[in-house]
């Protein structure tokens, strides 16, 4: 990193650093046994959240330069947040690891592999709902004909990395452009109407996991609720602002918000942790824009996860039966810490008759998934992802249950890295629940 290179980042974090949240951190400690990097490298101090806060406020009060050590603090952060949980303080540290990354990013020359993350996946396919469903349909080509048979008979394959070429193998099947295209903007509810909520469909989801979103607006008719799902709706932006393109991800913000002004509506409801957690914070991401403060505010104050309105509406009370398994439960780390919601997907799971719901052994703790940080940081991925399925493989769990698109493919990943594709499967609730419901119910 050169000279003026570094000046110009020392800058940044001067401008763009909140100091006060800096100094809330008071070095306790309480947040080292929650960091799963910290404990990946053998208790290394700079790669925990204590850490990471005292070289942020180092670079700000020009006591460090921010080098390509100091860089390499902030990248190895997987901004899970359990930090946030852990601290007696109340210190909002993804917050904080969101603007070191602005203030880096800003500047800061990317290696290729980071180029084509955020050129092409960022800022393409994650900025237009329209290149997005575009890229899912030519997946599904590839899936639907015979061009993934033919590079796995002739090796292709091999030569992608490891976790890429694994990765690979638990996409879920991608729909059909049509079906994509032809999604429906409203449903009513069945039986008594209990609620009118609006539906954030968000961009992966409405797309590569556009049976998710299916399942979703039935379980939310099911408990009786009237759905809109708003148009001009697209991604939530938090893989653009957890990874300093603050920018990016406030053009996105503002668009969700006027798509959802008119809805008039008592929720807006997610069914991904990552998106939810990241929607609940456009207060905070445009609060030094007045004519759009307020706006978020009220966006983000009926932003409520699928699995707390279930509960709120007894769904848990209905009849609810699956054929004799044992289930466990991986936590979105972002839905726990960011949207504070961690029992009630719980309370969901334990309702369901012929399951019987083991928990696992560090459930809280992050899988190493993390947005793209598993293809940008792979080998910190997979050695946090081989420490998790330990516990799985604990549990004997024929599923494992999960609350986030991110979350669920990293934990199918793992299935198959350990070969169990034959014993245990990855589930999304939503889907889970929709199955227990209709066999029931039938």
């Not at 190895?76 to 007696?88: D, K």
């Not at 706006?295 to 932003?303: L, P």
């Not at 494992?400 to 299935?415: D, E, F, R």
Request: with cysteine.
């Amino acid at each position: 990193m050169q000279t003026r290179e570094r000046k110009k980042i020392q800058q940044n974090f001067v401008a763009k650093m909140d100091y006060d949240e800096l100094m809330n951190c008071t070095r306790c400690g309480f947040c080292l046994p929650s960091c799963p990097t910290y404990k990946e490298t053998n208790q290394d101090e700079k790669h925990s959240p204590r850490g990471r806060i005292a070289i942020m406020k180092g670079v700000v009060d020009g006591l460090i330069e921010p080098d390509d050590e100091v860089k390499r603090s902030i990248d190895l952060c997987l901004g899970c947040r359990a930090c946030e949980t852990a601290c007696p303080s109340g210190v909002n540290f993804g917050q904080l690891l969101e603007q070191a990354r602005h203030a880096i990013y800003e500047v800061n020359n990317q290696s290729a592999t980071e180029k084509v993350a955020r050129k092409q996946v960022l800022n393409r396919f994650f900025m237009d709902q329209k290149e997005m469903v575009s890229a899912v349909n030519l997946l599904g080509i590839y899936q639907r004909t015979g061009i993934g048979k033919f590079a796995h008979s002739f090796g292709l394959m091999s030569m992608l990395p490891d976790t890429m070429a694994t990765m690979e193998k638990v996409l879920p099947k991608a729909p059909t452009k049509r079906q994509m295209q032809n999604r429906p903007r409203y449903y009513e509810p069945i039986g008594k109407k209990t609620k009118k909520v609006a539906f954030f469909g968000g961009c992966l989801m409405d797309t590569l996991f556009l049976k998710t979103n299916e399942s979703t607006t039935k379980l939310l008719q099911y408990a009786g609720c009237e759905i809109v799902v708003p148009e001009g709706q697209g991604c939530c932006g938090a893989l653009h602002g957890h990874s300093g393109e603050v920018e990016q991800s406030k053009v996105l913000a503002k668009r969700n918000i006027e798509a959802f002004e008119k809805a008039g509506v008592d929720y807006i409801i997610t069914n991904a942790g990552g998106c939810g957690a990241f929607l609940v914070d456009y207060g905070h991401l445009l609060r030094d824009e007045p004519e759009w403060k307020a706006r978020a505010e009220a966006f983000s104050a009926k932003i409520q996860d699928i699995t707390s309105i279930l509960v709120d509406l007894d769904f848990h009370k209905q009849k609810l039966s699956l054929p004799r398994q044992i289930v466990t439960y991986q936590d979105s780390c972002h839905l726990r810490n960011g949207q504070k919601v961690s029992e009630q997907p719980r309370q969901l799971l334990r309702a369901i008759e012929g399951v019987e719901f083991v928990e696992m052994v560090g459930a809280d703790s992050c899988c190493g998934s993390a947005g793209i940080y598993n293809l940008v940081e792979s080998d910190m991925s997979m050695q946090i992802l081989d420490k998790k399925m330990t516990h799985v493989k604990a549990t004997d769990a024929k599923t494992i249950v999960t609350t986030n698109p991110g979350c669920l493919l990293q934990m199918k990943l793992g299935i198959e890295r350990e070969g169990l594709s034959d014993k245990m499967d990855g589930v999304h609730i939503v889907d889970l629940l929709v199955e227990a419901y209709e066999r029931a119910n039938r």
